[in-house]
Nanobody, 116 residues
Framework: QVQLVESGGGLVQSGGSLRLSCAASGFTFINYIMSWYRQAPGKEREFVALIDNRNDRTRYPDSVKGRFTISRDNAKDTVYLQLNSLKPEDTAVYYC?????????WGQGTQVTVSS
């Protein structure tokens, strides 16, 4: 039923760019706040971006602010994460999340590897 499928990860050089996609199904997409998290080896899952379901307001932590951009296409039930000026420390599995009240869904993740 509920699915979040990430894609677009890969191997890039430092300073490069990637565009991640998360295709949603099985729930009313426009009712959910969408976000991206990442998890590197030996670290806890880290919040990297959020976009609301009202006015497309966005939120980023200082670690990625100015480099990453989240967006959503409600007609396609898809959320995106544009990754620019990538650094080796951005290397992680990136996960898509949808949230509505206490309901939360996660995708399977997509690997982003940035070489120095």
């Amino acid at each position: 039923q509920v699915q979040l499928v990430e894609s677009g990860g890969g191997l890039v050089q430092s300073g490069g760019s990637l565009r991640l996609s998360c295709a949603a199904s099985g729930f009313t997409f426009i009712n959910y706040i969408m976000s991206w998290y990442r998890q590197a080896p030996g670290k806890e899952r880290e919040f990297v971006a959020l976009i609301d379901n009202r006015n497309d307001r966005t939120r980023y932590p200082d670690s990625v602010k100015g480099r990453f951009t989240i967006s959503r296409d409600n007609a396609k039930d898809t959320v995106y994460l544009q990754l620019n000026s990538l650094k080796p420390e951005d290397t992680a599995v990136y996960y898509c999340n949808s949230a509505w009240g206490v309901v939360s869904y996660w995708g399977q993740g997509t690997q982003v590897t940035v070489s120095s």
